[in-house]
């Protein structure tokens, strides 16, 4: 029996495709921020002369940079509830594993680009008294931030395909509200297609993106 491809009835579900797309983008985005924060910290973290945090924070990003996701997903959503004795949501599950997941990867990134500020300018913070905070949020973070903004929108690609796997716990994200019209419809090709499309057209402009602003920022920093 031959199938019979027809991507027409698409029409009749792209409002429901657009529900699950902008729960992508929520999820994603939300994920976004708290995972930049939170990368950011533990960079400053590892860069500690301190043994116990160094040690901590570098078994967090080996850990959730070296399993799957969707591993880290489903042990946060059916193990840590059993630990804890209350039920966490699929969205609260889902936000905590992105979270971590995302802290791990941008954390290394923030790690490269601290590094990659001159010595001199952390004695030039000395000779001026300039310490602490200050120096972090005022000198430190807005060159680390700069350099790494090419790696960053690379990491923020790869969270947005990673969001995907929220589906496996039921929330209604682009991947899960296709699969379900897809069963529905006993059209997996024209659906799953569609899907794919979908996530391709908003990731591949972020991904040529990268090139042109990464020579943007070299030429910014050569001045």
Known sequence: MSYNVNFLFLLDYWDALLEGLMTTLGITGLCLILGLGLGFIVALLRLSSNPVVKAVTTLYVEFFRGTPVL???????????????????????????????????????????LRAIEKDQMDAC???????????????????????????????????????????VGMSDLMYIG???????????????????????????LTRSVSWVERKLIHKIAL
């Open 71 to 113: 591993i880290q997903l489903f042990w946060i959503f059916f193990c840590l509830p059993l630990i804890l004795g209350f039920e966490i949501s699929n969205f609260v599950s889902a936000v905590i594993a992105l979270t971590l997941y995302m802290g791990a990867i941008v954390s290394e990134t923030f790690r490269s680009s």
């Open 126 to 168: 000395v000779a001026l008294g300039i310490g602490g905070f200050t120096k972090i949020f005022y000198v430190i973070s807005p060159q680390a931030i700069l350099r790494a903004i090419p790696t960053l929108l690379s990491n923020s690609v790869s969270l947005f395909k990673e969001s995907a796997l929220v589906s496996a």
């Open 179 to 205: 699969q379900n019209i897809s069963s529905v419809t006993f059209k997996p090709v024209e659906m799953l297609t569609a899907v794919a499309v979908i996530y391709f057209l908003i990731a591949f402009p």
